[in-house]
Structure formats: structure tokens, C-alpha cells
């Protein structure tokens, strides 16, 4: 007879300081070592996962000029970046109503966009204004995240359980989201995303628990589950989320440079309560046991090979160690203009910034940056190729913190299940 537990049962045992909660990476690390924790021993695990979320944008609200200065916006910039007027439009008011995309770029700078906007405002940074108004007026001001006097994130697809890896076997280099830079041919290197064992999705299939009204951490702040996200399946789902964007922690989002401009990065952080046996289960589940296709960048759903997420996460390094002595302080400095958090700068690695995709040290050629992002061996076109990961666009250690600090919170009662 299967065992169940309820939600007030759990959360009993939460006020009780009786809960065994998880992370996934600790609960991972006992499956790997042998020794699993079993049903009875384990509440709640807690799930997080992070990487560029190209379907992120966040609703703003704010005053821009006294009442009466102009009748409505019809067009908004913020530091270069457009943010769409409407849908309210608040005539005469001196506010503006916008949406403004994460993926949305500068009019004066391609590589920079809505995700490093967000992350510049959630800083307490000062960013500039300007609307061209229906009436012909242009106004411009500085605001700051306290002249926000509303702000919502929602995610229309986050947290996806299943990525594609890709790779480039044409000669030529091809621009793509899906790259830092322009992804080199003939097979010089592979990117990838996604967090594996440690992606909530990954472990609650199907959804027996992550549901629509479910309570998650987005970006450190607390929200809820509005849904499947757009283009969400069975096979391949993700989900529609929401939270307020004034209570986020700028460490958990940001701008990711690409190929093709500035993309977004998100934080995600959902708790697993184990409720059956089917829910322990799935939790039990292992990189080595997620498949992942390897495509070409061009081709895209035309899978090449196949690989799995223990072999491109591995023990692999989840941050570059900077020796400033071997940096010789190029004028052109190639790892500057790459890093697609901006977190290299004037001969200064910022941690803070830093994802972990491991760029520096694929492309620094004084070889100042030191880390094993490692590689995969495929069989591609009938021929054995080992391909060095020189990109990923999904962080373990952002996932691993936020899916530790909701784990505390839930321990100190300030999330409830």
C-alpha cells in the first residue's frame, strides 16, 4: 500500500523544527555516495535552476513628469532600451504604463538590453528616461527602482525541463542566441543549457506538485505558478510564472550577451513537498539519466548525436579562477568584449557577475583565467569527435543558492507550502 503524506502534515513538521528538507544538490550527492535518504526520511525537496529566459519581461509603473505636462506615451525608452506604452494610458497623468522585454535591446547598443536594465535598476542604479509623447512633446528624466511604484516580472516560459546542445559542422561561424559569440565551424565547440538533475521540472514529472497557484522563488522574491508556459508539452514543459520585481535579488537575474544582442537570465527556486512514493520516486533521478540532443546550430531540431548532463556538467568547474599575473592587459582584451555578463572589466573579475559559462577561459589567449568546463565525445556523421564546451548558458551555483535559500526559509517559516 502506497504510503501519503498531506501539505498540513508537512507543514506541521515545519513548525514544528520536525521537517527534513533538501536541496537537490544534497539530496543528489547522498544518491551518488549511496546513501539515499528513504521516504520516511525525507519532507521537502527544494529545486532551483537558472539560465537565460528569453520569454521574461516585466510590467512597470512610474512618474515621469508632473500631471498635465503631456496627454499619454506612445513610445518609452530606458537607457536606450524601448518598453512598449500601454496598455493603460494614464492621459494626462504624468505616469506611464510600459512592458518592457527582456530580450528588447538598446537603439544604441545591440549587445545591451532588457536583462541588464533590470538588473541596473534592481542595483539602485539611476537609469535615464525618455518619452516621445502623443502630442509631440519629448520628455526625459532619471528614475530608480523606488520611483517604480509598481513592478511585476512574469516569465511567460521559464524553468525548462529539456534543452538541445549545439554545435556548429558547418565551416563557416553562425550568430544565434544560443551562443555567446558567433559559434565557431568544424565542430570547434559545443554549448548547451540547463541544469539537469537539479531543475524542479526534471524532478516532478509529471507535475504531481509543480501546479498552477504553487508558491516558487523567482529571482529570491516569492511568487506563484500562473501555468504551462508558451510552447510548453508533455515531452518538453516549461511554466508561466510571476513575482514582484522591486523584492528581487539582482544577484539572480541579469543580461546575457549572445550572438544575436543582450539576452535575460532568470533564478528559479521551487520546494518538492514528498507527499507518495511516486513523488520520492522521481526525485530520484540523475544526470546521467537526462538525455540531451546534440544539433546542429543551423539545423536546430535535426539532431546529431545525443548526450546526457552528467557528461557535460560532470565535476566540471562552476567558476574561473583569475591569475592577474598572466593578464597582460590587452588594449583590444578579447575576454572583455565576450563576457556576456560583463563581469571582466579593466583586469577585474566581479563574482558577483560572473555565470560561470566559462568563456574566459576558452578564448583568453594569455591563458589568465583557469577552469574545466571539459568536453563531450560524440559520433557525428559516422565519425568519433570530442568537442570542448566552451559555452553554457545555464548556472549551477545561482540554482544551487536559491534552491538553498528557499530550503532556510521554509526551515525559518518565512515561505509556507
Known amino acids: 500500500m502506497t504510503n501519503n503524506r498531506t501539505i498540513s502534515e508537512i507543514n506541521e513538521k515545519i513548525d514544528k523544527g520536525e521537517a527534513n528538507i533538501y536541496t537537490a544538490e544534497e539530496f543528489k550527492k547522498l544518491i551518488k555516495k549511496g546513501d539515499t535518504p528513504s521516504f520516511e526520511d525525507v519532507d521537502v525537496v527544494t529545486c532551483g535552476t537558472c539560465g537565460v529566459m528569453s520569454g521574461t519581461a516585466a510590467i512597470l509603473n512610474f512618474i515621469i513628469s508632473e500631471p498635465g505636462e503631456f496627454i499619454r506615451a506612445s513610445e518609452v525608452y530606458i537607457n536606450g532600451v524601448p518598453a512598449y506604452a500601454g496598455p493603460c494610458p494614464n492621459e494626462w497623468l504624468g505616469s506611464v504604463d510600459v512592458i518592457l522585454h527582456g530580450t528588447a535591446h538598446s537603439i544604441y547598443d545591440e549587445s545591451y538590453g532588457g536583462g541588464f536594465l ?17 502630442d509631440g512633446k519629448t520628455i526625459e528624466n532619471t528614475i530608480t527602482l523606488e520611483d517604480i511604484t509598481r513592478g511585476q516580472l512574469i516569465g511567460a516560459r521559464m524553468a525548462f525541463k529539456n534543452y538541445t546542445a549545439f554545435t556548429n559542422p558547418n565551416p563557416e561561424s553562425v550568430s544565434s542566441i544560443f551562443a555567446a559569440t558567433p559559434l565557431e565551424g568544424n565542430l570547434r565547440g559545443l554549448t548547451f543549457s540547463g541544469c539537469g538533475d537539479l531543475n524542479p521540472l526534471q524532478n516532478d514529472i509529471p507535475h ?13 522574491a516569492q511568487g506563484y505558478i500562473l501555468g504551462d508556459g508558451t510552447r510548453s508539452s508533455p515531452e518538453k514543459p516549461n511554466l508561466m510564472l510571476s513575482a514582484d520585481l522591486c ?5 539572480y537575474i541579469g543580461g546575457f550577451k549572445t550572438g544575436q544582442g543582450g539576452e535575460i537570465y532568470d533564478t528559479v527556486a521551487i520546494p518538492i513537498p514528498v507527499l507518495n512514493e511516486e513523488i520520492y520516486n522521481n526525485l530520484l533521478v540523475r544526470d546521467e539519466m537526462v538525455d540531451i540532443p546534440v544539433a546542429d546550430i543551423k539545423g536546430r531540431h535535426l539532431p546529431l548525436d545525443e548526450t546526457n548532463y552528467a557528461e557535460l556538467w560532470g565535476d566540471y568547474d562552476l567558476r574561473p579562477q583569475y591569475d592577474r599575473n598572466r593578464c597582460s592587459g590587452c588594449e583590444n582584451c578579447v575576454v572583455e568584449k565576450i563576457c556576456p555578463t560583463n563581469a571582466f572589466k579593466n583586469q577585474r573579475m566581479n563574482l558577483a557577475y560572473c555565470y560561470g559559462c566559462g568563456m574566459c ?8 583565467f583557469d577552469m574545466n568546463t571539459g568536453s563531450v565525445d560524440l559520433n557525428i556523421n559516422g565519425k568519433d569527435v570530442n568537442i570542448p564546451i566552451i559555452c553554457r548558458q545555464s548556472d549551477r551555483l545561482r540554482g544551487n543558492k536559491l534552491s538553498l535559500k528557499l530550503k532556510k526559509m521554509i526551515e525559518n517559516k518565512e515561505f509556507k507550502l
Open 361 to 368: 577561459a576558452n578564448y583568453c589567449e594569455n591563458n589568465a
Open 118 to 134: 533590470l538588473k541596473e535598476l534592481l542595483e539602485g542604479h539611476e537609469v535615464d528616461v525618455r518619452v516621445e509623447s502623443a
Open 208 to 220: 504531481n506538485v509543480i501546479k498552477e497557484g504553487s508558491k516558487v522563488l523567482i529571482n529570491g
Open 247 to 251: 523584492k528581487m535579488d539582482p544577484y
